[in-house]
């Protein structure tokens, strides 16, 4: 399969793991994201733990993709929406492929995940 399916199967992987509230999800206890809203993540410390929150939960939920990074920004503080750009590269069995993926988490604890 080419690098693109990849991509857009992780995508979709990852938007799924964003938008399950963890602890309802049979398959695993841990799996999906903690109740979050901006406004209470807003702040650098609180912003990176987000960002770590999510590099653990792909490092363990999501393997195809590797090297992972989140850097994250609240957007506007008006609209309650953070930023968060996760960055990897496919695992070399599938591509030696960088991806970087555009999320954004919405005041109303939804996850918007872009290519």
Do not use: C
């Not at 049979?26 to 990176?48: K, M, W």
């Amino acid at each position: 399969m080419s690098p693109s399916h990849w991509i857009a199967e992780i995508g979709e992987s990852l938007s799924t793991l964003f938008n399950t509230h963890v602890g309802s999800a049979a398959i695993d206890e841990s799996y999906g994201l903690a109740e979050f809203h901006p406004d209470e993540i807003a702040g650098s410390v609180r912003l990176s733990k987000k960002a770590d929150e999510l590099v653990q939960l792909i490092q363990k939920f999501e393997p195809r993709l590797k090297q992972v990074k989140v850097e994250a920004r609240i957007e506007d503080e008006n609209t309650g929406r953070a930023i968060f750009e996760v960055q990897g590269m496919l695992d070399e069995t599938l591509s030696d492929e960088r991806v970087s993926y555009h999320t954004v988490m919405t005041g109303h604890g939804r996850v918007w995940l872009r290519k």
